[in-house]
């Protein structure tokens, strides 16, 4: 048997694939659990980004969903949070009041449009985390926005007022 001696050398991109390093959403509603508990001594926010791209039945590309990956962590505080609520939805809990959060919320949307990538735009939909909600109904509310600021276009930030 031979053993080769020095270092082996692969001429290999480096692997991004920051995105498929995020927690799922299971995480999400395990983060969000969490949060709830303290949500009336600390306000905080549900954002879910999701991806708009015109509609060409492919899957988003992965380089588009690391950029937008590494657009978000850069946005965001020390004790805000990041994970993937869906294949091109990214939900973010923000310390804040509401007004914080639609504000991160329209910076985000608009820095997805400018990260170059042909025809990709987001729209973010938010939702309050109230004490007594489960985990599962703010990502429910945040999602629902999601669903009306893709309908209402590229750049649009929906944010869950409750029932009229």
């Given at each position: 048997?031979?053993?080769?001696?020095?270092?082996?050398?692969?001429?290999?991109?480096?692997?991004?694939?920051?995105?498929?390093?995020?927690?799922?959403?299971?995480?999400?509603?395990a983060q969000?659990?969490?949060r709830l508990?303290?949500?009336?001594?600390?306000?905080?926010?549900?954002?879910?980004?999701?991806?708009?791209?015109?509609?060409?039945?492919?899957?988003?590309?992965?380089?588009?969903?690391?950029?937008?990956?590494?657009?978000?962590?850069?946005?965001?505080?020390?004790?805000?949070?990041?994970?993937?609520?869906?294949?091109?939805?990214?939900?973010?809990?923000?310390?804040?009041?509401?007004?914080?959060?639609?504000?991160?919320?329209?910076?985000?949307?608009?820095?997805?449009?400018?990260?170059?990538?042909?025809?990709l735009r987001?729209?973010?939909?938010?939702?309050?985390?109230?004490?007594?909600?489960?985990?599962?109904?703010?990502?429910?509310?945040?999602?629902?926005?999601?669903?009306?600021?893709?309908?209402?276009?590229?750049?649009?930030?929906?944010?869950?007022?409750?029932?009229?």
């Amino acid at each position: 048997m031979t053993i080769a001696h020095g270092p082996v050398v692969l001429d290999l991109p480096a692997p991004d694939g920051c995105a498929a390093l995020l927690p799922g959403p299971a995480d999400v509603l395990a983060q969000l659990d969490a949060r709830l508990a303290t949500a009336r001594r600390r306000p905080a926010a549900l954002l879910v980004l999701g991806l708009l791209r015109r509609n060409d039945t492919w899957p988003t590309p992965a380089p588009a969903l690391d950029a937008t990956t590494r657009l978000v962590a850069a946005s965001l505080r020390g004790d805000d949070w990041i994970g993937r609520s869906g294949p091109a939805e990214f939900a973010v809990l923000l310390a804040g009041d509401p007004a914080d959060a639609d504000a991160v919320a329209a910076r985000l949307a608009a820095g997805v449009a400018a990260l170059g990538h042909p025809g990709l735009r987001a729209g973010v939909g938010v939702a309050v985390l109230e004490e007594g909600l489960p985990a599962r109904e703010v990502l429910r509310r945040a999602t629902l926005c999601l669903t009306t600021a893709r309908s209402a276009g590229p750049g649009s930030v929906i944010r869950y007022r409750g029932v009229r």
